[in-house]
Each structure stands twice: as structure tokens, then as C-alpha cells.
């Protein structure tokens, strides 16, 4: 069985290891165990915020609400366990909270990043495709349902497992799996019709591992 | 199998990396089968781009420096004594409690308000033959309650009314005051001045006109409380002709 995530090259860097007695620390009382607890899961936290707002200020709010939460739990949280899926989930589940309350999402910070990451080296009507197809693709990722917004973010940006992704999203891996497949079907429709060329060495592309 | 069929395990398998020795069927489908190899091209190529559209979502953001300032000046600011702690603590569940007690009291006096009109349905009392049979002669000629009361005038309206009584309704009598009671209407075995007597009452509508009681005529609380509490009389049709009564 191929690892999915080992040839992803747009992965955000994702510490998910607890260093060592950091939580045990921070239930004690030590600010600076805290401090460290956030440098060391403000990046993903503030990644998944960022990704389903689209906004940086609001992201930074649910980035502070986030861990101050973190803060007031910290008897609660297990030493023994990473954090970050909990952190994860209640990350998301604010930044839904939130988005609900404002339906509005920040289009022209979209709009600039979208037109940033275009290779501009290459040829003018492949950059009018790229943006197109992007375009297209950031509108569907917005009006995904939010379970399913939740499960691309998880498995394509931050490259979780399928198991990781399910625990945070507390579900099973079945119900992710479905979530992702789902997600990709919605996407593929609002895909322009003449973008569904044709790709070739797909056949070649896919190798079977050896046993 | 069919090619969608194939076409959709591939995709599946492709996906999230499933693809194995098991999958060689599918992976010579694939080599002989250029819609399925579009197909899957194609979702390969989507993946692809929409890794790029969630990188675009964060790339280059950080949080700002003030964002661990903010955090730490929250958390200080909001971290009670583990007193203060215990206290709201212990307000939320008082006011939970009040919340549990308002809520089971007010189901209480709903099941309350309810459980009046609740009729337990049991076995009825077998017949009392020492009770005084009441007159069964009005059975005989139905009269409709509404034409009863449409034609009788102020001077031969009922007094009382009594309605059908549920069959393990009972009447309690207070214990005669003065004179005694008619003779006739007691049973043999009547209790003694002073004790309650309970009547199984069974018949199913009764009229007292103002020559059975002067006393009733008024609808006194005192008549009122010698008779069984009526039900509300259905306003019954008339008649058809020959249906039994």
C-alpha cells in the first residue's frame, strides 16, 4: 500500500509530536511551557483557520480564542497524547461558529493569492487556464458542506492520514474516506467541461507496489 | 466488470493510495482503455491543482507577533482562583437545578392539569341491589338533552342536571342533618347517622325537577354538593327512528 502523503509538495510543516512533558508542564502553571505549547501548534492551527475563513483577522481571533481555551482546559488535555488533533477540532469547529455568523468570506485577498501562485513563466493562455481552474476550484472549496470542506483541508492541506483526518474530524475512516470522495465529485462538476481533457501517461503514473 | 464500474475502483484506489497487487486487473483495464485512463488523468490532475488552491489559502500568512501577547493576556486575565472556580461552579449548577425544578414543576402540574380529564378504566363495581334502583321508566322515550332544554320553560327547568356518571363514580352523602332521610331511599344495611355512605350509581341521565327539592331548585352550593360532580353532556343528535335507545 503507497503512502499518500509522500510525494505532496504543498504540505504545511505539521509538528503533531508533543515535545517532551510540554502539556504536563502547562497544567503545572508554566507560562512558558504555554508559550512553547503555542509556538509549536500555532501554525497548523492558524493554517486550518486560515483555510476555511479565507480571512486573516478572523483567523487570528479563532487562532487566540483557540488557545485560551487551550489555556483554561489544560487539566483536561492528556499528557500522554498530542494535542493537535484536539486543538484541530476545536479550531474548526470555531471557525464554522464564526463563518456562520458572517457568511461572508474575504474574496479579494483570495483573488490576490490565487493570482500570486500562477507560474507566470509560462504561456499566457495556460495562465488564464491556471486561473481559471483555481478560481473555479477556491468557489467549490467554499460551497463544499463544511464536513467535507473539513476533510479536503485536513487530508490535501495538511497531509493527515486518513486516520489522523478521521480522528480530528471524529469520525471513522470509512466516513472520511466517503467525506474526500464526495468532496473531489462536487469539485469535478463545477470543473469547466473543456478543462476534463484528456492526461496522458495516466496508466503510467499509477505503480503498483511490489510486496 | 464493467468499465464505470473499473472506472470507479481505480479512482478510489488512486485516491487514498490503495492501490496494490490485488489491483492489477484494474490496472490492465486501465492500459487498454482510454476513458478510464482520461477519467482518471483527469482526477489526478484535480487533486493536483486543488493541493494548489489550498496552499494559495495560506501561503505566505503568518500570524502577527501581538498574536501571543493577546493570547497570554486572555488567559491571565481569565484564570479564576480555583475558589472563584468552585463558587461559579457552584452558581451554574444551582442555577441548573432551577432550571430542572421549574421544568418538573411545570410538568408535574401539566400531568396535574391533565390527569383530570385521565378516566382509569377498570372492572365495574358489580351492581348493588341494596342500592335504590333510580326510575328507568325516562329510558324508555329518549328525550334529547337539547330539546329537553329547549322546552322546558323557566318554571320546569331542571334544578340539576346530572350527566352520565363514569362507572366507578361515587357519591358521597354527608350524614343527614335534623330530619332523617326518606326511608324508602335507603338501603337496609344504611350506615349510621355520621359515617359516609358510598352509592354505586349506574344510571345514565337523571332530571330533578323544583318539586323534587325546593332546596335544589336555586342550585345552591349545598344542593351542589350533595350531587356527583356531572360531566359535560354531549350535545346528542336526534334520534333516528328506531334506533335503540
Known amino acids: 500500500m503507497t503512502n499518500p502523503n509522500a510525494n505532496r509538495p504543498l504540505q504545511v510543516p505539521v509538528d503533531a509530536r508533543q515535545p517532551d512533558d510540554l502539556v504536563a508542564r502547562m497544567q503545572r502553571g508554566d507560562l512558558d511551557a504555554f508559550e512553547e505549547f503555542f509556538n509549536t501548534f500555532k501554525r497548523p492551527v492558524y493554517a486550518t483557520a486560515l483555510a476555511i475563513?479565507?480571512?486573516?483577522f478572523l483567523s487570528e481571533e479563532i487562532l487566540q480564542d483557540c488557545f485560551v481555551k487551550a489555556y483554561r482546559v489544560r487539566e483536561r488535555l492528556d499528557p500522554a497524547r498530542s494535542p493537535l488533533p484536539w486543538l484541530q477540532r476545536v479550531t474548526i469547529n470555531l471557525c464554522y461558529s464564526r463563518v456562520s455568523r458572517r457568511k461572508s468570506l474575504a474574496e479579494p485577498i483570495t483573488s490576490l493569492i490565487t493570482n500570486l501562485v500562477v507560474d507566470l513563466a509560462a504561456r499566457p493562455d495556460e495562465v488564464v487556464e491556471s486561473r481559471e481552474v483555481l478560481d473555479v476550484l477556491q468557489r467549490g472549496i467554499d460551497a463544499l458542506p463544511a464536513k467535507q470542506q473539513t476533510a479536503i483541508i485536513l487530508y490535501y492541506l495538511h497531509s493527515y492520514s486518513l486516520a489522523e483526518a478521521a480522528e480530528i474530524a471524529d469520525c471513522n475512516v470509512g466516513t472520511m474516506k466517503s467525506r474526500l470522495h464526495y468532496a473531489l465529485k462536487a469539485l469535478?462538476?463545477?470543473?469547466?467541461?473543456?478543462?476534463?481533457?484528456?492526461?496522458?501517461?495516466?496508466?503510467?503514473?499509477?505503480?503498483?507496489?511490489n510486496r | 466488470m464493467s468499465c464505470r464500474r473499473v472506472c470507479r475502483e481505480?479512482?478510489?484506489l488512486a485516491r487514498f493510495g490503495e492501490l496494490g497487487p490485488d489491483s492489477?486487473?484494474?490496472?490492465?483495464?486501465?492500459?487498454?482503455?482510454?476513458?478510464?485512463r482520461d477519467e482518471v488523468g483527469f482526477d489526478r490532475e484535480m487533486v493536483r491543482q486543488l493541493r494548489v488552491a489550498l496552499a494559495a489559502r495560506v501561503e505566505g500568512l503568518q500570524p502577527s507577533p501581538s498574536a501571543w501577547e493577546g493570547i497570554l493576556r486572555r488567559a491571565q486575565a481569565s484564570e479564576p482562583s480555583r475558589a472563584a472556580s468552585w463558587w461559579?461552579?457552584?452558581?451554574?449548577?444551582?442555577g441548573r437545578l432551577r432550571t430542572a425544578t421549574a421544568i418538573a414543576s411545570t410538568g408535574l402540574a401539566l400531568v396535574l392539569a391533565l390527569n383530570m380529564e385521565v378516566v382509569t378504566i377498570s372492572r365495574p363495581a358489580p351492581a348493588d341491589t341494596s342500592v335504590s334502583n333510580p326510575d328507568l321508566s325516562m329510558l324508555e322515550e329518549p328525550q334529547p338533552y337539547a330539546a329537553t332544554l329547549a322546552e322546558a320553560d323557566a318554571a320546569t327547568r331542571p334544578a340539576v342536571v346530572v350527566g352520565r356518571p363514569h362507572p366507578e363514580a361515587t357519591i358521597v352523602l354527608p350524614p343527614p342533618r335534623g330530619g332523617s332521610r326518606d326511608d324508602a331511599a335507603e338501603p337496609a344495611d344504611a350506615a349510621p347517622p355520621g359515617e359516609l355512605v358510598v352509592l354505586d350509581v349506574r344510571f345514565t341521565t337523571e332530571r330533578s325537577g323544583p318539586e323534587a327539592s325546593s332546596d335544589a331548585g336555586g342550585g345552591t352550593d349545598e344542593a351542589a354538593s350533595d350531587e356527583p360532580a356531572a360531566e359535560p353532556l354531549p350535545q346528542p343528535s336526534a334520534p333516528e327512528p328506531g334506533q335503540p335507545s
Not at chain 1, 53 to 56: I, L
Not at chain 2, 88 to 94: A, D, M, N
Open chain 1, 53 to 56: 475563513t479565507r480571512d486573516p
Open chain 2, 24 to 36: 492489477q486487473p484494474h490496472l490492465d483495464h486501465l492500459a487498454g482503455c482510454r476513458g478510464c
Open chain 2, 88 to 94: 461559579q461552579r457552584s452558581v451554574g449548577l444551582v
Open chain 2, 10 to 12: 481505480l479512482l478510489w
Open chain 1, 188 to 209: 469535478r462538476v463545477r470543473l469547466p467541461v473543456e478543462r476534463r481533457l484528456p492526461v496522458r501517461g495516466a496508466a503510467a503514473a499509477l505503480r503498483v507496489p
